[in-house]
């Protein structure tokens, strides 16, 4: 099976910075996903890497080492809407997703 | 609208009742999956379906069924539901199984 920790929860303030941290054990890695997922809603797609380095997308960013088996995703100049949960999702060599429990951030005034 | 289509929204189910969840997309996505969601143990991957025609078994697929008769629908069976089975259930699609995977507003579940 597959192994994916993240942590349950962070707090931070409204501008501030967040980095949700991801590690994982997989049968194979053909990639690893970042979504959010706000409360009683559908997960969406926010980033994609499969190549060790630095995605940067707007105010997010994701981050991989692939022989550390260690993700991050940074959430820079936060805002309210920002509060969510964040699953780290990584695809095995049968390119199947297994998913993290997922991280709840919580952006305070 | 383009996207992914779930139904129903949301169910109360007595146990030992056969329910089928629907789900249709129209963007032509070849790959299509079954979630549900728990709570603390995140989204676990029931079937998939990487085209038309062709199935696979995920990480907990005992008690579910699925078929792939057309590229946009793809419906989850409970043979005979029981109440470890209430959950929220997530639909998604994919490009094919190398793209980012959308997903469905999901149908909540409850078994009785």
């Known amino acids: 099976g597959q192994n994916i920790d993240q942590p349950t929860e962070m707090t931070a303030t409204e501008g501030a910075i967040v980095q949700i941290n991801c590690t994982y054990q997989t049968s194979g890695f053909n990639g690893l996903f970042w979504y959010q997922q706000h409360a009683g809603e559908a997960p969406t797609f926010l980033s994609y890497?499969?190549?060790?380095g630095l995605e940067e997308k707007g105010r997010f960013s994701s981050f991989l080492s692939r022989s550390k088996g260690y993700s991050y995703l940074l959430l820079k100049e936060l805002q309210m809407k920002d509060s969510a949960s964040y699953l780290c999702?990584?695809?095995?060599?049968?390119?199947?997703?297994?998913f993290g429990a997922g991280t709840t951030v919580t952006v305070r005034a | 609208i383009a996207g992914i289509t779930q139904a129903p929204t949301s169910q109360i189910l007595a146990a030992g009742r056969r329910m089928t969840l629907r789900c249709t997309q129209d963007m032509r996505h070849n790959a299509m999956y079954w979630y549900r969601q728990d709570l603390g143990l995140g989204l676990r991957l029931i079937h998939y379906s990487n085209t038309a025609g062709t199935t696979g078994k995920g990480e907990v697929p005992d008690g579910y069924s699925v078929s792939r008769a057309n590229t946009d629908d793809f419906p989850l069976t409970l043979a005979s539901a029981v109440p470890s089975q209430t959950s929220v259930y997530f639909c998604?699609?994919?490009?094919?199984?190398?793209?980012?995977?959308?997903f469905g507003d999901g149908t909540r579940l409850s078994i009785l």
């Open positions: 998604a699609s994919s490009l094919d199984s190398n793209q980012p995977q959308h």
């Open positions: 999702a990584v695809r095995d060599g049968d390119y199947k997703l297994s």
């Open positions: 890497n499969v190549l060790d």
